[in-house]
């Protein structure tokens, strides 16, 4: 019993030491999210997704980026493209703060707009997010979390949750 307790103490301190590594200042992360969700921030966001009903395909990809200005503390930036179909596609863009709580909770704020041709009114939204990240490598990192997004447009619908699972990696 004694030697699963050491072992697990020493698993907790190597991955705690790794991801303390990974977040601090200087080095650069790259991330790819799956956004679950409903509503118009589909137009407004970075994140993968494929959805079909009625016969009618979305989709939209989108990656984001950021530089660790301090430990622990990146400035991000990210774009996407969403196909919802009946010619209606945006080009979306975010800019934000990501902070890892104690190298292992990520808490975000960012803003979220997207550009739609033809609209009287494009999208955009405040979000805050909170999850865990789980380092499973040395630069790899996969980072389940709650979003929620604060709509500045009466046009595009109300404030939304999103359940995200990123996949980052830590350079």
Do not use: C
């Amino acid at each position: 019993m004694k030697k699963i307790f050491l072992t697990a103490i020493a698993v907790m301190a190597f991955g705690f030491a790794n991801a303390q590594e990974q977040t601090a200042k200087g080095k650069w992360l790259i991330e790819a999210n799956t956004g679950f969700g409903i509503g118009a921030e589909k137009l407004a966001n970075t994140s993968f997704h494929l959805e079909s009903s009625d016969g009618e395909t979305q989709w939209g990809l989108g990656a984001e980026g950021g530089y660790f200005v301090a430990d622990n503390l990146a400035v991000k930036a990210g774009l996407g493209y969403t196909d919802l179909g009946h010619s209606v596609n945006a080009f979306s863009y975010k800019v934000g703060a990501k902070y890892y709580l104690l190298n292992k909770f990520p808490l975000e704020a960012s803003y979220t707009g997207a550009s739609i041709k033809d609209a009287d009114e494009n999208p955009s939204y405040v979000g805050l997010q909170g999850g865990y990240a789980w380092f499973v490598g040395k630069n790899i990192s996969i980072e389940p979390g709650l979003r929620y997004n604060i709509s500045m447009n009466e046009d595009y619908g109300k404030d939304v949750f999103q359940l995200n699972i990123g996949f980052a990696l830590h350079f």
